[in-house]
């Protein structure tokens, strides 16, 4: 049996696993879709495991619901910072998390976590139009040590989301895949938000997603460099700081633990 913590991050869901003694040699790759299963699992958007590291506090590996490894998760690292605090793996406040996409600062406070996640890699407005089935869009990529590309609509709620989210994720223009984002912008300091997110479909909620979003608005005038967004499971607070630096403030919560044996999930 492997012992988890069910955890959400604005609706953002994850089975957080603790590999630091034990199951470090279980291919989760492979067990990811039958344990993130919503019918037959556990239910989630992906695993997050507690591991070593060599050159932080802890590592932490992320595998998508269809069992994908991206290099990050915003909402993931919230959720796993509050996990090593709870669970008593550390009783610092900040704590340094190697990621796959470098180490990150998490700030645990009474309400919520801060994440300092660094500067954006690249953001820069795509070239052509991006046509995706009967539409072009005006794109923005924007890395934040995974890819995004974030799209502004006039109406959220009157864009087809679900038609067009897979089509921009699978676009030829990123080989690799992308995280797509669907944003509106409400006010200077607001800007509502959906994302179809790369190796897990339409999520509630997506960190790095909010954070992009926030540079892609930012760099054409929308908006200025703080901002809420809502999400359809929360709202995250994000700031561009002058330095280039992205700090990213939102909920993590412990839903349940339990124990399940990977070996008797349908698949």
């Known amino acids: 049996m492997i012992p988890f913590t069910?955890?959400?991050?604005?609706g953002n869901d994850f089975i957080v696993i603790d590999c630091l003694d034990a199951f470090g040699v279980l291919d989760f790759g492979a067990i990811a879709p039958a344990l993130c299963d919503r019918h037959f699992g556990v239910g989630a958007d992906g695993l997050l495991l507690v591991l070593p590291s060599e050159v932080a506090d802890f590592r932490m590996r992320v595998i998508n619901a269809d069992g994908s490894e991206p290099e990050m998760c915003g909402n993931g690292l919230r959720c796993f910072a509050r996990y090593l605090h709870d669970a008593g793996l550390s009783d610092a406040l900040t704590l340094r998390i190697?990621?796959?996409?470098?180490?990150?600062?998490?700030e645990v406070l009474e309400t919520g976590v801060r994440l300092d996640m660094g500067a954006p890699r690249m953001a820069e407005r795509l070239l052509e139009?991006?046509?995706a089935?009967?539409?072009?869009?005006?794109?923005?990529?924007?890395?934040?040590?995974?890819?995004?590309?974030?799209?502004?609509?006039e109406d959220l709620d009157a864009f087809d989301f679900e038609k067009y989210g897979p089509l921009v994720e699978a676009h030829p223009a990123f080989p690799r895949r992308t995280n797509a984002e669907f944003a509106q912008v409400l006010a200077p300091d607001r800007i509502r938000l959906k994302v179809y997110e790369r190796g897990v479909g339409p999520t509630l909620a997506c960190g790095t997603g909010a954070c992009a979003t926030l540079v892609a608005a930012a760099m054409s005038g929308r908006t200025g460099r703080e901002a809420r967004i809502d999400l359809p499971g929360g709202t995250l607070s994000i700031r561009w700081d002058e330095d280039g630096r992205i700090l990213m403030t939102g909920p993590a919560r412990v839903v349940f633990t339990g124990a399940v044996d990977p070996l008797r999930l349908r698949r």
């Open 6 to 10: 069910k955890m959400q991050g604005a």
């Open 98 to 106: 190697e990621t796959g996409a470098g180490v990150l600062k998490a």
């Open 129 to 131: 139009p991006l046509v």
């Open 133 to 153: 089935g009967d539409a072009s869009f005006e794109a923005t990529a924007v890395s934040m040590g995974n890819p995004h590309c974030v799209v502004f609509v």
